[in-house]
């Protein structure tokens, strides 16, 4: 699968470097390059763009703000210099948030994830008539794609930079390069809920509740406090 991407920076430096990044990518393909937010607010619409590499400090219009204008299905990695945006960044539900100075190997790594989201996000529209009516995922699993059965999924857990993906009936595990934020995004919410920083649970699979922990066999699968509300009301709906 080629990436259409295209980067937003008013450093030219940054600009440059990103640039050759993308070059040196097999699976991006380079659509266009701005200087500022205002320019490509203007030029983006007559571009085909999957992916955008949108700084956050600007003048006149901060990376941020024009995210919010963006059509849907542009997904955004942004790039900065500045830490404190990072909370922003999430909640917009950006793939990824990269703190300059940028290696290459961490932009690889975010390209990936990139990547990740967009052939899950394809997949699930070859299946179905939207990814929430599909009843299968495929996941990129070292060098193989590998189906995962929505129906027989368990719960997910965050390890670091890896998905493990639990099914029902299956000994092993399935591991997957991606972050938790972007599956959260891509997985149907109808059926799916995170209940911890770590942790996303398909609801019908919650059997047992106990002190707090859903109980998934031998494993304790803990309520955080942010999900604790919002677990309660899911709860509540079933409960007699």
């Given at each position: 699968m080629i990436v259409?991407?295209?980067i937003v920076d008013?450093?030219p430096l940054?600009l440059?470097l990103l640039?050759?990044?993308?070059?040196?990518?097999?699976?991006l393909?380079l659509?266009g390059?701005y200087s500022s937010?205002?320019?490509?607010?203007?030029?983006l619409?007559?571009?085909?763009v999957?992916?955008?590499f949108?700084?956050?400090?600007?003048?006149d219009?901060?990376?941020?703000?024009?995210s919010?204008?963006?059509?849907?299905?542009i997904?955004?990695?942004?790039?900065?210099?500045?830490?404190e945006y990072a909370?922003?960044?999430?909640r917009?539900n950006?793939l990824?948030?990269?703190?300059?100075?940028?290696?290459?190997p961490v932009f690889?790594?975010?390209s990936n994830?990139?990547?990740?989201?967009?052939?899950?996000s394809?997949?699930s529209?070859?299946?179905a008539s939207s990814?929430a009516e599909?009843?299968?995922?495929?996941?990129?699993s070292?060098?193989?794609?590998v189906?995962?059965n929505?129906?027989?999924?368990?719960y997910?857990?965050?390890?670091?930079?890896?998905m493990?993906?639990?099914c029902?009936?299956?000994e092993m595990?399935?591991?997957?390069?991606?972050?938790?934020?972007s599956?959260?995004a891509?997985?149907?919410?109808?059926?799916?809920?995170?209940v911890?920083?770590?942790?996303i649970?398909?609801k019908s699979?919650?059997?047992?509740v106990?002190?707090?922990?859903?109980v998934?066999?031998k494993?304790?699968i803990?309520?955080?406090d942010?999900?604790?509300?919002s677990?309660?009301?899911?709860?509540?709906e079933y409960?007699?």
């Amino acid at each position: 699968m080629i990436v259409n991407c295209a980067i937003v920076d008013d450093e030219p430096l940054a600009l440059d470097l990103l640039e050759s990044y993308v070059r040196r990518t097999p699976f991006l393909n380079l659509v266009g390059r701005y200087s500022s937010a205002i320019q490509a607010m203007r030029e983006l619409p007559n571009q085909s763009v999957d992916l955008l590499f949108l700084d956050i400090q600007m003048p006149d219009l901060s990376g941020i703000d024009f995210s919010k204008m963006l059509p849907s299905d542009i997904r955004v990695i942004f790039t900065t210099a500045f830490s404190e945006y990072a909370a922003d960044s999430y909640r917009i539900n950006a793939l990824d948030y990269l703190l300059k100075p940028i290696a290459y190997p961490v932009f690889l790594e975010a390209s990936n994830k990139a990547l990740n989201w967009f052939e899950m996000s394809r997949k699930s529209g070859d299946n179905a008539s939207s990814p929430a009516e599909s009843d299968i995922m495929y996941i990129k699993s070292e060098r193989r794609l590998v189906q995962i059965n929505l129906n027989k999924l368990l719960y997910v857990e965050a390890l670091k930079d890896y998905m493990k993906f639990v099914c029902e009936g299956d000994e092993m595990p399935v591991f997957s390069l991606m972050s938790l934020k972007s599956l959260e995004a891509t997985l149907p919410s109808s059926r799916f809920m995170r209940v911890h920083r770590s942790f996303i649970v398909q609801k019908s699979q919650v059997k047992v509740v106990e002190n707090n922990r859903i109980v998934f066999g031998k494993v304790r699968i803990p309520i955080g406090d942010a999900y604790k509300a919002s677990f309660q009301e899911f709860l509540a709906e079933y409960k007699l």
